[in-house]
């Protein structure tokens, strides 16, 4: 095995297409991480709100304001008026359907999944650095792909592109199996935070690699991943 970096910033989201959280720690099983995207914002047509439409998702404006984390296996969700509310509260659905202007519901992860199209979704560092070098004035930040993992490797190109079809092991007990580039959508280019809307951040994506910025990997072995663990590429 050969090592090629460490992890440098872990994530999940609690609720999905809203702002997520850093970890210490990150639990992962078949499914992926423990608790991402186990809840989403419903419509009335039971699609998930989501940054773009697709059969299962809907488009719902206003997703980015909200943050989510959790509190004891309970998401609970911070308001643009910095108000918290616990995802198990009796006003949860109406205080979420008057933000998003919309009626909506918070729901648990049933028979339709809330994941896009793969379990763990990982960058790494050298392809953000590809981008600042291409869009020096764009703000590009991890926290714009929503990853779970970020990988500290060295220099600045797509390396992960390089992995597809390779197993990675983080740490003492995770291995990973790398399987397909992540296709980009609009999200990446919204505002978050301090984040500014950032327009060419997608458009150079779409114009110079297809859209594909990271990977999707399945979990072979499961177990916890920690902050500053060891990542190899199995041979």
Request: hydrophobic share 40%; proline share 5%.
């Amino acid at each position: 095995m050969t090592s090629i970096g460490t992890v440098s910033e872990l994530w999940r989201y609690p609720v999905k297409s809203m702002l997520g959280e850093r970890s210490e720690t990150l639990r992962m099983a078949e499914r992926g991480v423990d608790g991402d995207r186990l809840f989403a914002v419903r419509d009335t047509e039971g699609k998930l709100g989501s940054g773009k439409n697709t059969r299962r998702f809907r488009k719902i404006e206003g997703l980015f304001r909200l943050q989510a984390s959790y509190h004891h296996q309970v998401p609970h969700i911070r308001l643009p008026s910095g108000e918290v509310v616990a995802g198990d509260s009796p006003d949860i659905h109406q205080m979420l359907s008057e933000v998003l202007g919309l009626p909506v519901v918070l729901a648990r992860e049933e028979v339709i999944s809330h994941l896009d199209a793969g379990p763990v979704h990982l960058i790494t560092s050298a392809s953000l650095a590809w981008l600042s070098s291409a869009l020096p004035t764009a703000h590009i930040d991890a926290r714009r792909f929503r990853p779970n993992l970020v990988i500290d490797v060295p220099g600045a190109d797509l390396v992960e592109q390089t992995w597809l079809g390779k197993r990675l092991r983080v740490g003492k007990e995770v291995e990973l199996e790398v399987y397909a580039a992540t296709e980009r959508c609009g999200m990446v280019a919204f505002q978050q935070s301090e984040l500014p809307q950032e327009p060419e951040v997608l458009r150079h994506i779409a114009q110079q690699v297809d859209l594909r910025f990271g990977v999707y990997a399945q979990v072979v072995v499961p177990g916890i991943v920690h902050l500053h663990d060891t990542v190899t590429l199995k041979g």
